[in-house]
């Protein structure tokens, strides 16, 4: 079993790159990848440490992180950093995030994800609605999708519970650089 869920990851994640993500593809590709995500996650075999390279290396292609951290951020702020200040922070932004989600894995233990429906919003955004069910509960989880300058649908954001990610870190970032520096930001984050 360990041995299939690896070379399936490795395919899926060598098509994703060879191939942009298209609008049509969208709900194929999530239901693929979160039905081998919770795969990785239940399977007792795979060490506890291995679990999120794994699930990373299927969703990073379709993650635009760097658009991400840009608007975590704010476009006034991120345009005023220069290149090199912008790169740092995408990396460590990147990182939060990745560490962010390990913590919530330690949590998983049987729950349902199941894809609910695909809405296009304007021309190059497209919601994907998706809900985590634990015992008779209901949570919803919205991606949020747009079709980049080459044709490729990326992720950009991430409702939870009607909660987006990228507008949380955008107001906290708002609050720490008022009363902080980029540089204490920075660690914060690391």
């Known amino acids: 079993m360990k041995y299939f869920l690896t070379s399936l990851v490795s395919l899926l994640v060598l098509t994703t790159s060879l191939q942009a993500l298209q609008e049509t593809d969208i709900s194929t590709f999530m239901r693929t990848n979160i039905d081998i995500a919770t795969g990785v996650l239940r399977d007792a075999s795979i060490p506890k440490a291995e679990k999120a390279p794994k699930i990373f290396a299927m969703f990073d292609p379709v993650f635009d992180y760097v658009l991400m951290a840009k608007l975590s951020l704010g476009g006034k702020q991120w345009e005023g950093m220069g290149v090199e200040n912008q790169e740092r922070f995408v990396k460590v932004f990147e990182a939060k995030l990745k560490q962010s ?43 949020k999708f747009y079709k980049d300058k080459n044709n490729e649908w990326l992720i950009y954001d991430v409702d939870i519970l009607g909660v987006s990610i990228i ?12 009363k902080e520096s980029f540089e204490q930001l920075l660690t914060k984050l690391k």
Do not use: C, G, P
């Open 101 to 143: 989600y390990m913590e919530k894995l330690d949590l998983y233990t049987d729950e349902k994800i199941v894809i609910k429906n695909s809405e296009k919003i304007k021309d190059a955004r497209i919601h994907l609605t998706t809900h985590l069910m634990r015992n008779s509960e209901v949570y919803e989880i919205i991606y």
């Open 167 to 178: 507008q949380t870190y955008r107001t906290q970032f708002a609050d720490i650089l008022t």
